[in-house]
């Protein structure tokens, strides 16, 4: 079973990425062979300047590791590292409706944000599915939010697959944990980025703490009266981190009263500060070591790409793009 996904390196990491992309990502390394890697084509789509760009993408490599990819278990590389993948793309384009692309969510919406309406927005669910399309994967683990671009992958391959060959390409199926499906941001909306609502993976403890204690947002229930437990925000994200037993005790003293949101959101920092403590050592090992990232990324790449290499070949046979 082979597994893949791409992160695209535009910021600071926050737990919404953890728990919807990493943390699946990382818990398949012991179900299968995982590809991972970072998206840092897709990411010029709307990528500010190239050092950002290229700061992003070690930056992301450095926590990505430290969070638990293991790449003697998995393939970890730079998607540039593996220039294919847009032939394969191209290829891709050339079975994909224009309309199939317009109903896409993600393009809808960053228009609505204002980004300009470049072609490779709009063609990004076709690189998307390129990646996938490339390395064979079986599965691929994402949030909620990238569901439709699975489809369209899925879609692109059933029709290579109709006009060229029916085994060119498997159907990859999206992974989706519903548990997790999706984390709230310190207001309650969908924690992201574009909304500066996000509790990063890692900061500095005191910059955190003030985070949690300014940003979580609650309601105006008095210190002694009971608190409502529906849509707190509170328990929603110390569920994330707290064990069951720990977790109980907050609902329970949330229905009793007598202890105020002050006390809660320390408790909330110190089930977060303590859940990434491994992660958090990790990273400053890694970041003493930049060779490490160097050799794991150029090592991935080397992988990625023979293996990329290999299935490209077999596709420009079959859509005749050789001349011998
Ligand atoms: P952002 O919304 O902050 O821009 P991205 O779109 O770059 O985040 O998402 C990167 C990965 O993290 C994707 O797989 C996405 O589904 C997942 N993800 C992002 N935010 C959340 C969230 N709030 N809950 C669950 N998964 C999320
Ligand atoms: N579009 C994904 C995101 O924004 C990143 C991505 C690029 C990806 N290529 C991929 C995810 C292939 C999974 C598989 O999060």
Not at 49 to 58: E, F, G, P, V
Not at 189 to 204: A, H, R, V, W
Not at 278 to 298: C, F, S
């Amino acid at each position: 079973m082979r597994f893949l996904t791409g992160l695209q390196p535009s910021g600071q990491l926050h737990i919404g990425n953890y728990f919807g992309a990493i943390k699946p990502a990382v818990e398949l390394q012991e179900k299968g062979e995982g590809f991972y890697f970072i998206a840092n084509y897709h990411a010029m789509t709307t990528m500010e300047s190239a050092q950002a760009l290229h700061d992003n993408t070690r930056a992301l490599a450095v926590d990505f590791l430290a969070c638990g990819l293991d790449p003697e278990k998995s393939v970890f590389f730079a998607q540039s590292a593996v220039p294919e993948v847009n032939e394969l793309a191209w290829i891709l384009s050339t079975v994909c409706p224009m309309g199939l692309l317009e109903r896409c969510h993600s393009y809808k919406e960053k228009m609505a944000r204002g980004f300009a309406a470049s072609h490779a927005l709009f063609a990004y669910p076709v690189l998307m599915a390129a990646d996938i399309l490339l390395y064979n994967s079986d599965a691929v683990p994402v949030g909620k939010d990238q569901k439709q671009h699975l489809e369209v992958t899925r879609d692109l391959a059933g029709k290579m697959n109709d006009a060229f060959g029916a085994d060119l390409f498997k159907l990859p199926e999206p992974i989706i944990s519903e548990v997790t499906a999706v984390v709230p941001g310190l207001d309650g909306q969908k924690m992201s980025k574009s909304y500066g609502n996000t509790l990063p993976i890692f900061g500095e403890e005191k910059a955190i703490r003030k985070l949690i204690n300014k940003k979580v947002v609650t309601d105006a229930t008095p210190l002694e009266d009971p608190k409502p437990t529906e849509g707190s925000i509170i328990l929603a994200l110390y569920k994330l981190f707290a064990t069951p037993e720990q977790y109980q005790a907050m609902v329970d003293a949330h229905h009793a009263g007598g202890v105020g949101y002050g006390q809660f959101k320390k408790d909330l920092f110190e089930a977060y500060w303590e859940y990434f403590r491994t992660a958090r050592e990790r990273r400053e090992w890694i970041l003493a070591h930049p060779e490490y990232v160097d050799d794991v990324l150029n090592r991935g790449a080397e992988k990625a790409r023979e293996e990329a290499q290999t299935t490209l070949a077999r596709i420009r046979k079959a859509v005749g793009l050789g001349w011998q």
